[in-house]
Structure formats: structure tokens, C-alpha cells
């Protein structure tokens, strides 16, 4: 069998191909097979990730990290900077907390954070969330850079959706109901007054404050399992579920819309297999990528 084309993705190049697929709805149908054990019914994927040894183009960034995704029949099909990879999974995980747990009407959302991370949480809330008006974004690093690409904005503004950046988190969060933490500080980062009814999700990786945790009126995660492998992530505060067991049925969810959410992503390091040959397929139909060497 003759061995197919090997492409390379750059960030940006991933972050485009990300549109082009349903993020959401794949993580979604991840954790529900989880959540009511039918993911070890699934037929095994003809498809693994694997860390990449070979050569990369000359106009990758150095430093960076990259894993390929391979036909166990055929071979390598993709190779994909690390990092991003995740980042596109968190993103998705971040669309599905505020499609499950946002009370119904207008979505004004502020993403807290620097650096590639970024981009794909712009992609999905902008690309795959319904009612979005408004996205604003609070650097929390200097020097700021290029927050996000001109052909993004671009989408944003023909979309209709206004876009802001803030130097304070207060100004990013004021009237936002969908808060998003990429990079809070070391320490822990200070919300601020939060709107009734906000979604928080913590996407950084990293513990959220304690006084945050404990000003929410409902918690969850993305996987309950994960809580007693760091049972002092969250402070020692119970968990009223994970979107597994509300998307399954297991758990009502939102019980007031009144209340302040927050969603602590534990799991933020997978490498999502089939999110990674969705982002094959897309790139090979709008020909992003650059040809490397079989």
C-alpha cells in the first residue's frame, strides 16, 4: 500500500483547521461514553498519536514540541505541535461547559490569558457558540504580541461580534456571564465582582484561587475521576458533578439561573486522538499544511 502524504500544521494552521470541525461535539461524545462506560466498547481507532523524531520544516519555531498522527496501516499522516493540540482540546471542553451550563440568552465573554492558548478558545467561542456578542481579552503577560490573527478578527467582525482588549481582568469581566482563565498568575488570579449567572471555567492547568472556589455556588470538572488523584485542587470543596454525568442525564446541571458556575478543567493535558484526525481531514480539504518528507 502505497504510504499517504505527511503534512505539518503550525499553530495557526491547527487553530484554522479547528473551525472546520465540531470540537464540542467530540469531547461531549468522549466524556458521555466515559461517564456511562461504553467508552471501552468503542471500536479501536486505526489512528494513534506518538511523539515525532523526524524533520520538521525550516520555518518551525524552535523549541517547540511536535507529535504525529499515524495510520497504524500506513503510516504517519500529520504532525502537530504539541501544545496546540491540547490547547484545541481544552478549547472544546471550554465551548461544551458554556453550551451545558450557560442559562439561556446573549453570551458576552472575556478570556483571561496570553500566549498561543488564546486563539483556540477564541476559535470555539466565537465559531461554535450560539448568541455570542461580545469577546474581550485580558492579557496577563507582557509583552502582550500578537494576541490574535488579523484573519480571525476578521471572522469576528463579519460575524458580528465585538472584540475588546483589557489591561485589567476587572474591565475584561465586568458584564461578562462566560469568563475564561488561560494563564491566571502563579499565585492564583483574582476574578473580581462576577456577573449573576456567569460560566467560569478554568482552563490554565493549574489550581484556581481558593476564594474563588469558595464564592461559586456550584462546582465541576470535566472528569470527577481526576478530583482524588489532588483532592486540594479544589480546596477541599465537594463537586456537584462533571459534564459527563449532566450531558448522560446523571445530574440536572444549572439548578438556578441566578447562580455562578465554575468549571475547573483537570484533564488538561490529553492528546485527543480523534480531534487530531477531525484536524487531519480538514487541513487536507482546505490544503493547509506544508509536505514533508515520507
Not at 19 to 38: C, F, H, Q
Not at 74 to 88: D, K, R, Y
Not at 156 to 178: Q, R
Not at 205 to 230: N, T
Request: net charge negative.
Amino acid at each position: 500500500m502505497a504510504t499517504r502524504s505527511l503534512i505539518q500544521l503550525s499553530a495557526d494552521e491547527l487553530a484554522t483547521a479547528l473551525d472546520g470541525v465540531e470540537p464540542i461535539d467530540t469531547v461531549a461524545a468522549e466524556l458521555v461514553a466515559k461517564t456511562t462506560g461504553a467508552a471501552g466498547q468503542q471500536p479501536d481507532l486505526d489512528v494513534r498519536i506518538a511523539r515525532w523524531r523526524g524533520r520538521t520544516s525550516a520555518a518551525s519555531l524552535p523549541g517547540t514540541e511536535w507529535v504525529v498522527l499515524e495510520d497504524l496501516r500506513s503510516g504517519p499522516l500529520c504532525v502537530l505541535p504539541t501544545t496546540s493540540l491540547m490547547a484545541g482540546r481544552i478549547a472544546a471542553l471550554t465551548g461544551l461547559a458554556a453550551r451545558t451550563l450557560l442559562a439561556p440568552g446573549p453570551v458576552t465573554a472575556a478570556i483571561v490569558g496570553s500566549g498561543p492558548a488564546v486563539r483556540p478558545q477564541m476559535v470555539v467561542i466565537t465559531g461554535h457558540l450560539r448568541g455570542v456578542g461580545r469577546i474581550t481579552v485580558c492579557p496577563t503577560r507582557q509583552p502582550y504580541g500578537s494576541l490574535v490573527e488579523s484573519s480571525l478578527l476578521d471572522h469576528v467582525d463579519l460575524a458580528g461580534i465585538g472584540f475588546a482588549v483589557a489591561t485589567a481582568v476587572a474591565t475584561a469581566v465586568d458584564a461578562a456571564n462566560l469568563v475564561v482563565t488561560v494563564d491566571p498568575a502563579p499565585d492564583g488570579l483574582d476574578i473580581g465582582q462576577l456577573t449573576k449567572g456567569a460560566v467560569i471555567v478554568n482552563a490554565a492547568g493549574r489550581e484556581a484561587s481558593a476564594g474563588l472556589v469558595g464564592s461559586v455556588d456550584q462546582l465541576y470538572v470535566d472528569d470527577a475521576a481526576l478530583v482524588e488523584r489532588d483532592p486540594e485542587r479544589l480546596a477541599g470543596r465537594p463537586v456537584d458533578a462533571d459534564l459527563g454525568q449532566i450531558l448522560a442525564g446523571q445530574h440536572p446541571g444549572r439548578t438556578d439561573r441566578d447562580h455562578i458556575v465554575l468549571v475547573d478543567l483537570l484533564d488538561c493535558t490529553v492528546l485527543d486522538v480523534q480531534l487530531a484526525r477531525l484536524l487531519h481531514r480538514v487541513a487536507l480539504e482546505r490544503a493547509l499544511g506544508t509536505r514533508l518528507p515520507g
